[in-house]
């Protein structure tokens, strides 16, 4: 059975490529218009991994991931921050918060798939 991703982007065309460059590999996508869209579905049904933007309307990645560690469907899910912004306390928050890694945009497929599978282990 493959492994289902949650992918929580505003852009349409960031959620496309992921989805496709991850679907590609095997894996099964679901996307997320923002960080509240993304905590409905990640508390929804069983999420394998997320990657998630910084910056978004609604509910932003680091308010979600917050919320989501507080929920038992979120416990243990490796989450990934894929972002424009590199600033390290930013960093340091988002791994206070639970984030697993972070990713810079824009990204290669090749890193995307690379980071996907050390977080899957």
Known sequence: MSKTILTVDD?????RMIAMTLQEAGYS????V???DGL???????IDAI?????????DGLGM???????????GVPIVVLSTDGQ??????????????WMMKPFT????????KKVLG
Not at 11 to 15: D, K, Q
Not at 51 to 59: E, F, K, S, V, Y
């Open 109 to 116: 497929q090749d890193k995307l798939l690379a980071v996907v």
């Open 40 to 46: 409905e579905k990640a508390t929804s049904q069983a």
């Open 51 to 59: 990657i998630t933007d910084q910056n978004m309307p609604n509910l």
């Open 29 to 32: 996508v679901i996307e997320a």
């Open 88 to 101: 390290e306390d930013l960093k340091a928050q988002a791994r206070e918060a639970g984030a697993l890694g």
């Open 34 to 36: 923002d960080g509240k």
């Open 11 to 15: 852009s349409p065309s960031i959620r």
């Open 65 to 75: 991931i917050r919320a989501l560690r507080q929920h038992p469907m979120g416990r």
